[in-house]
């Protein structure tokens, strides 16, 4: 079964309401309209659902907040419903290491971890579901089984999975301290434009979702989240300095965290086509190779190389080391030969 668009018009006594609370009004009278949270509304509205309608042109609205003025109409298109459990699906894993409690896998750029709108299978936890069986820890949600991080889509690396409740728990508490109790190592290899001062430095700065564009995470001055990320540029590249490689470490673990941090510094990551605005004239300054090499590398130049925590059952502490992929590590040859 498809999905379903609904139209509304604002009438003169429903004018000054909250865009959310007038839709979920709105939406609840209408006979045709299955009734929508405002939870469920706010959803519609970061994934670009909902939008208002201005002399024949479509405005796509992302502030739940909106006073909505009499006269003004506004679309909301509600996707079909998709089943909550994900189903297994034969999708080769590269596996660095597994036992009966946890398995440690290499995401390849591409995957996306979980099932979500716009990519409702063919995900790690898909892939996950056909190696693990029955024994895949749920305890993340119906939707992200055994899941106690992520990467996203177009990131590689390393990541662990529980294959139970008891490790679901104990992993899940490493990451939420972010390394702080010593016990959970990340590491990320970046190739940024221009070179970082200080070559080893700190930025702190608050996360959170642009008020422009709700799909995208950017650096605010009030409010947001906390965000830590140290960075120390291992080589730069050129003369002046137009790349460099460079190792990231978090010490929170926001969306995007990287990408939105090493850009509000000055320094996008390569590739990025989110966060790194235009790269036409840093690309020109590149010799030709690796000009070859960006263009075919088609993602943000991010890889999180590196992976330690403590296993919740023996106590051990495991630490896991991977290269950067093929493609970024074309680009970062064509780079040393330059």
Same mark, same amino acid.
Not at 93 to 107: A, P, S, W
Not at 311 to 320: A, N, Q, R, V
């Given at each position: 079964?498809?999905?379903?668009?609904?139209?509304?018009?604002?009438?003169?006594?429903?004018?000054?309401?909250?865009?959310?609370?007038?839709?979920?009004?709105?939406?609840?009278?209408?006979?045709?309209?299955?009734?929508?949270?405002?939870?469920?509304?706010?959803?519609?509205?970061?994934?670009?659902?909902?939008?208002?309608?201005?002399?024949? *042109?479509? #405005?796509?609205?992302?502030?739940?907040?909106?006073?909505?003025?009499?006269?003004?109409?506004?679309? =909301?298109?509600?996707?079909?419903?998709?089943?909550?459990?994900?189903?297994?699906?034969?999708?080769?894993?590269?596996?660095?290491?597994?036992?009966?409690?946890?398995?440690?896998?290499?995401?390849?750029?591409?995957?996306? =971890?979980?099932?979500?709108?716009?990519?409702?299978?063919?995900?790690?936890?898909?892939?996950?579901?056909?190696?693990?069986? *029955?024994?895949?820890?749920?305890?993340?949600?119906?939707?992200?089984?055994?899941? %106690?991080?992520?990467?996203?889509?177009?990131?590689?690396?390393?990541?662990? =999975?529980?294959?139970?409740?008891?490790?679901?728990?104990?992993?899940?508490?490493?990451? *939420?301290?972010?390394?702080?109790? $010593?016990?959970?190592?990340?590491?990320?290899?970046?190739?940024? &434009?221009?070179?970082?001062?200080? #070559? %080893?430095?700190? =930025?702190?700065?608050?996360?959170?979702?642009?008020?422009?564009?709700?799909? #995208?995470?950017?650096?605010? #001055?009030? $409010?947001? !989240?906390?965000?830590?990320?140290?960075?120390?540029?291992?080589?730069?590249?050129?003369?002046?300095?137009?790349?460099?490689?460079?190792?990231?470490?978090?010490?929170?673990? !926001?969306?995007?965290?990287?990408?939105?941090?090493?850009?509000?510094?000055?320094?996008?990551?390569?590739?990025?086509?989110?966060?790194?605005?235009?790269?036409?004239?840093?690309?020109?300054?590149?010799?030709?190779?690796?000009?070859?090499?960006?263009?075919?590398?088609?993602?943000? *130049?991010?890889?999180?190389?590196?992976? $330690?925590?403590?296993?919740?059952?023996?106590?051990?502490?495991?630490?896991?080391?991977?290269?950067?992929?093929?493609?970024?590590?074309?680009?970062?040859?064509?780079?040393?030969? &330059?």
């Amino acid at each position: 079964m498809g999905g379903s668009r609904h139209t509304v018009t604002v009438e003169p006594e429903a004018a000054g309401t909250r865009l959310d609370k007038y839709l979920t009004e709105a939406l609840g009278s209408k006979a045709s309209a299955e009734p929508l949270s405002r939870a469920r509304l706010k959803t519609l509205l970061d994934e670009g659902r909902i939008s208002r309608i201005e002399k024949g *042109a479509v #405005k796509i609205l992302a502030d739940a907040s909106y006073r909505v003025k009499e006269g003004e109409e506004f679309a =909301v298109d509600v996707p079909a419903p998709v089943d909550a459990r994900p189903q297994a699906q034969e999708i080769p894993l590269d596996i660095v290491f597994e036992d009966k409690d946890l398995i440690v896998v290499m995401k390849p750029a591409g995957l996306v =971890v979980h099932p979500a709108a716009g990519n409702y299978d063919m995900t790690l936890v898909n892939a996950l579901l056909a190696h693990c069986g *029955a024994t895949l820890s749920g305890i993340g949600g119906e939707r992200r089984p055994g899941i %106690v991080h992520r990467l996203d889509k177009d990131t590689s690396g390393l990541m662990v =999975v529980a294959k139970n409740d008891r490790t679901h728990r104990a992993l899940s508490e490493q990451f *939420a301290a972010h390394g702080r109790d $010593g016990r959970l190592t990340r590491a990320y290899t970046a190739l940024v &434009w221009g070179k970082p001062l200080p #070559k %080893v430095g700190r =930025v702190e700065a608050n996360i959170d979702r642009s008020k422009n564009n709700r799909s #995208k995470m950017a650096v605010i #001055k009030q $409010g947001g !989240r906390e965000a830590i990320t140290h960075y120390k540029v291992g080589e730069s590249f050129g003369d002046p300095s137009v790349v460099s490689l460079i190792e990231c470490r978090l010490e929170t673990g !926001r969306t995007h965290q990287i990408r939105v941090h090493m850009t509000s510094i000055g320094h996008p990551v390569l590739g990025d086509q989110t966060y790194g605005g235009s790269q036409k004239t840093r690309r020109a300054r590149l010799p030709l190779e690796a000009q070859a090499a960006l263009d075919g590398l088609g993602r943000q *130049a991010l890889h999180a190389h590196h992976l $330690g925590f403590e296993h919740p059952t023996s106590l051990e502490m495991l630490g896991f080391d991977a290269p950067p992929p093929a493609d970024m590590a074309r680009l970062i040859d064509a780079l040393r030969r &330059w």
